[in-house]
């Protein structure tokens, strides 16, 4: 299986609204148990999760981070951009072989 | 309150098998529905998924690197080992354990232990 594509970058001045990205086929983003997850990458932590099942926020991730998804492609937004949000982030997806598979990830920068 | 930890060696030489172990609180792998999974990354590269193993020691494997992984458990000690055979100069990354939620995500992760491979 093919890594899901992300954009490698994306940035945005503070308080603007992003959208990374991330796109599968049928056996992955697109299938109809709709488990995407986000996760934000900081440098020597593990990664943070974001979103779960497309749209779902776990206790303690800020309402400013949002997910979706439209076909084979989900889609996070992070709304009133931070200095703080400058990381990496991922997509994920469990597909239909029982298997899961990362985004190719996409760096974020705050202008 | 759930945590893993990753251990193994910083430096292995090509040929040899990494192992690799994952020692892990908050949550027991002798309930059902839970599963621990290993994720490594490259320097400069992307998070890269490569197996998983269930409370009932079903395992599932990422297709790139099946043939050279074997993910095992010990309940008791609550801890999940990872080992790859044969590795080279390409399996230099930093590995993560994380723990897999019912709904398939991964909500606790490990903060990772760095391997390089040289001779």
């Known amino acids: 299986q093919s890594a899901l594509t992300q954009p490698a970058s994306v940035s945005g001045s503070p308080g603007q609204s992003i959208t990374i990205s991330c796109t599968g086929t049928t056996n992955d983003v697109g299938a109809s148990f709709d488990y995407v997850s986000w996760y934000q990458h900081l440098p020597g932590e593990g990664p943070k999760l974001l979103i779960f099942n497309v749209k779902n926020r776990p206790p303690g991730v800020s309402y400013r981070f949002s997910g979706s998804k439209s076909g084979n492609t989900a889609s996070l937004t992070i709304s009133g951009l931070q200095a703080e949000d400058e990381a990496d982030y991922y997509c994920n997806s469990y597909t239909s072989s029982a298997t899961f598979v990362f985004g190719t990830g996409t760096q974020v920068f705050v202008l | 309150q759930i945590t893993l930890k990753e251990s193994g060696p910083p430096l292995v030489k090509p040929t040899q098998t990494l192992t690799l172990t994952c020692t892990f609180s908050?949550?027991?792998?002798?309930?059902?529905?839970?599963?621990v999974g290993w994720i490594r990354q490259p320097p400069g590269q992307a998070l890269e998924w490569l197996a998983l193993i269930f409370w009932d020691d079903d395992t599932r494997y990422g297709p790139s690197l099946k043939n050279r992984l074997t993910i095992t458990k010990d309940a008791s000690k609550n801890q999940v080992v990872l080992t790859m055979a044969n590795v080279t100069p390409v399996d230099t990354a930093t590995y993560y354990c994380g723990h897999r939620d019912n709904l398939n995500y991964f909500d606790y992760w490990g903060r990772g232990t760095v391997v390089a491979v040289s001779s």
């Open positions: 908050g949550f027991s792998l002798k309930s059902r529905g839970e599963a």
